[in-house]
């Protein structure tokens, strides 16, 4: 089934102790973004790639970085984890607007825990 | 005001209760309503996926959306436990390739 994996499923990093997170996706989609899920909230975008061009949220931190190798392929880098960057982490896929039924599609998600 | 609201629950039911979901949004150029369901600890499935106001129906769900009133609904009939999820309310400008806003979700719990 065509779909969006993300790895690994469940992240534990130290403080301050680079981390990545991957997603690929088999739906052929341009476009791809990352958002971070803290507990009840809404998920928060912070970035998105339109083929090869980033995208990045005005109040995404610096600390956060990300990198597009080729079409099926994301990774979410976080440089220096802090404590309050302890969250799901997910990935989405879309088409570029082509009609009214598309949308975004969700990866299973990566919780990442900050020790 | 938040651009989207969305009460958080948790809404607690029986087994084959109706239950009502609902969202208030500000944004008058939303034309895209999407509900997703995200179970504990997963990531958000794609329920229902409407474009302007009226009703769409999949099986036991029923979208609506009043855009006069800038509201949006999701029922579900003869709720399952296995509809116990977290039920996230999203919109957007245009289909596809476009930010989408969430509401925080609202905690949905059947009891057998």
């Known amino acids: 089934d065509a779909m969006v994996i993300q790895n690994p499923r469940y992240q534990v990093t130290q403080f301050g102790k680079p981390v990545t997170l991957s997603c690929s996706q088999t739906l052929n989609h341009n476009v791809m973004y990352w958002y971070q899920q803290k507990s009840s909230q809404a998920p928060k975008l912070l970035f998105h790639y339109y083929d090869k061009d980033f995208n990045n949220e005005a109040d995404t931190p610096d600390n956060f970085q990300s990198r597009r190798p080729n079409t099926s392929f994301c990774f979410l880098d976080i440089r220096s984890p802090g404590l309050g960057d302890a969250a799901m982490y997910l990935c989405a896929t879309s088409r570029v607007r082509t009609g009214p039924t598309d949308t975004q599609y969700f990866g299973p998600g990566t919780r990442l825990t900050v020790l | 005001q938040k651009e989207v609201e969305q009460d958080p629950g948790p809404l607690s039911v029986p087994e084959g209760a109706i239950v009502s979901l609902n969202c208030t949004y500000s944004?008058?150029?939303?034309?895209?309503f999407m509900w997703y369901r995200q179970y504990s600890r997963k990531g958000p499935e794609l329920l229902m996926y409407t474009y302007s106001s009226g009703n769409k129906e999949d099986g036991r769900f029923t979208a609506q959306v009043d855009k006069s009133s800038k509201y949006i609904s999701l029922f579900i009939r003869d709720s399952q436990p296995s509809d116990s999820a977290t039920y996230l309310c999203a919109m957007s400008l245009n289909s596809g390739y476009s930010t989408l806003t969430f509401g925080k979700g609202t905690m949905l719990l059947v009891s057998p």
């Open positions: 944004n008058s150029a939303f034309q895209y």
